[in-house]
């Protein structure tokens, strides 16, 4: 039995490489802290009601290597770019807030503690079905 094809652990799986994605990214905006006019980004929320209408409409073809021909990297389509406030610069351009990008950081952190733990739950519960607690 897959459990990747089951809809509960297909959308855990997408939330786990949700959460994945924004590590990185979050990770690439601490890095370049000191780059001059770097604009921090954000991966959008991950919205579970978006996720089914684009599995529903549509299949198309995501790269997972940035050297694939014709694709383009899973993450970097889902790039959000919020606005920055005024104050939020520096002097060389730079709007990268480190206290925001860690507060992040421990959200995303959160966000994957919980996942495991509702995967651990429902592993439990398949087993408590197949009596092998």
Avoid: C, W
């Avoid at 690439?28 to 921090?40: G, L, R």
């Avoid at 383009?72 to 807030?97: F, L, W």
């Amino acid at each position: 039995m897959d459990l990747g094809k089951m809809s509960l652990f297909a959308v855990l799986k997408k939330r786990m490489d949700y959460i994945g994605n924004r590590q990185e990214v979050l990770a690439e905006n601490i890095a370049n802290a000191d780059t001059p006019k770097y604009i921090a980004k954000d991966l959008k929320p991950f919205n579970f009601k978006d996720l089914m209408r684009r599995q529903a409409m549509h299949v198309s073809p995501v790269g997972t290597d940035s050297k694939h021909i014709g694709t383009e990297p899973a993450r970097m389509r889902e790039y959000a770019v919020d606005d920055p406030k005024p104050y939020e610069s520096t002097i060389n351009g730079n709007q990268v807030v480190l206290e925001e990008q860690m507060t992040k950081m421990s959200e995303s952190q959160v966000d994957h503690e919980l996942t495991t733990e509702v995967y651990k739950k429902n592993m439990r519960l398949f087993k408590i079905a197949l009596g092998k607690q």
